[in-house]
């Protein structure tokens, strides 16, 4: 898969998640825009302190019609166990090297 320019429109995918499974195109139904937060793993202190962040603007972002959706390597289960320790209730994404992105 080719790499994708800054701006540019998502592919379609599927995956599982700390909420269940997530569609880019159900996710798209739901709001006007999507922040798609890549962070390599769970509990890293620069990530856990970028989504920290997206947390405390997400009313602001909600106001804008956006909702941002963290993505990594992690499970499911290590994403909400990171979403619970971090009050997080942004939805994460698992897109794990073994799952193939339908």
């Known amino acids: 898969m080719a790499l994708l320019a800054a701006g540019a429109r998502a592919p379609h995918f599927a995956l599982d998640g700390s909420t269940g499974k997530a569609r880019l195109s159900d996710l798209l139904k739901q709001h006007d825009?999507?922040?798609?937060?890549?962070?390599?793993l769970a509990f890293g202190p620069v990530w856990t302190t970028e989504l920290n962040l997206f947390?405390?603007?997400?009313?602001?972002?909600?106001?804008?019609g956006?909702?941002?959706?963290?993505?990594?390597?992690?499970?499911?289960?290590t994403q909400e166990a990171?979403?619970?320790?971090?009050?997080l209730t942004l939805p994460g994404l698992a897109a794990s090297?073994?799952?193939r992105v339908r």
């Open 33 to 40: 825009f999507l922040i798609l937060a890549f962070f390599p």
């Open 66 to 77: 956006t909702e941002v959706v963290g993505i990594s390597v992690d499970s499911r289960y």
């Open 97 to 99: 090297w073994r799952q």
């Open 82 to 87: 990171f979403a619970k320790a971090n009050r």
């Open 55 to 64: 947390r405390e603007v997400k009313e602001e972002f909600a106001r804008l």
